[in-house]
């Protein structure tokens, strides 16, 4: 099951089990966040995709608050065959089917419009930031725009969306207005955006946002999200997404 530096870490609120690598991969907070901020069907009909999946968070955490189909689509297929891995040793391979393909023109291959929500934790930085010598390849094409860039996610998101579907994507605050155009020339109305902080009295460094297709617009802004408090410690709203609801 295990490969090379492989590990497997548990998802506590989800009493679920994920394949990590320190070398090659592990998901982060903003993976997190994202699963429990978008707006997902509950029902079994229902149908969501996960673009640029990495190694199968989102999916496995959204499995937990849905019984919905779940496809998850990762161009690269070390990350795909672990999301794979742990699809099938946490027994969903009924729920949660993983592509390991483009995110560009993915909806050529899995349907248009037939979606009832999207969700992509997509590249965060400029290709032409990825030159740093320590990035590992895996990491390099995870975390910049090589072969995926903001706009081509966002446009991938609405072709997969039936009108009225939703897509949620996670960012940083910087990009926000790049984000808002894209979505807007992508039939994607801006409805709902939270903002993370590091803690109170801090800039924001995280950017939660979702859309629907073809909707009016009417965007509310959420209270804020705080990580940590004074003291260093997660808040309690975060150690609840973390660790459960007894946490």
């Known amino acids: 099951m295990l490969k090379d530096d492989e590990r497997l870490d548990y998802l506590l609120a989800e009493d679920?089990?994920?394949?990590?690598?320190?070398?090659?991969?592990?998901?982060s907070l903003d993976a997190?966040?994202?699963?429990?901020f978008a707006h997902v069907p509950t029902r079994a009909s229902g149908k969501i995709v996960d673009l640029c999946t990495g190694n199968g968070a989102i999916p496995l955490f959204l499995s937990a608050r849905s019984k919905a189909s779940i496809t998850a689509v990762e161009l690269q297929e070390r990350l795909a065959g672990m999301a794979n891995r742990s699809v099938l040793y946490n027994q969903l391979e009924q729920q949660?089917?993983?592509?390991?393909g483009n995110v560009i023109g993915i909806a050529e291959k899995?349907?248009?419009?037939?979606y009832d929500a999207v969700t992509c934790n997509p590249p965060y930085f400029p290709a032409y930031e990825a030159t740093e010598k320590n990035l590992k390849e895996h990491v390099a094409i995870a975390r910049h725009e090589i072969h995926l860039t903001l706009e081509q996610a966002i446009q991938s998101a609405s072709e997969l969306l039936k009108q009225g579907g939703k897509a949620a994507f996670v960012h940083r605050p910087g990009r926000l207005l790049d984000i808002v155009t894209a979505m807007r020339a992508n039939r994607l109305e801006p409805k709902r955006i939270r903002f993370v902080y590091s803690k109170e009295g801090k800039e924001a460094n995280t950017l939660l946002i979702e859309g629907t297709k073809d909707g009016k617009p009417d965007l509310k802004i959420l209270p804020p999200l705080y990580v940590y408090d004074n003291d260093g410690n997660y808040t309690e709203e975060v150690r609840k997404l973390l660790y459960g609801?007894?946490?």
Do not use: C, D, M, T
Request: charged fraction near 20%; proline fraction near 3%.
């Open 16 to 27: 679920l089990r994920i394949i990590q690598s320190p070398s090659v991969f592990s998901f």
């Open 96 to 100: 949660i089917n993983v592509i390991q």
């Open 245 to 247: 609801e007894k946490a």
């Open 32 to 36: 997190v966040l994202l699963a429990r």
């Open 110 to 114: 899995i349907g248009y419009e037939k």
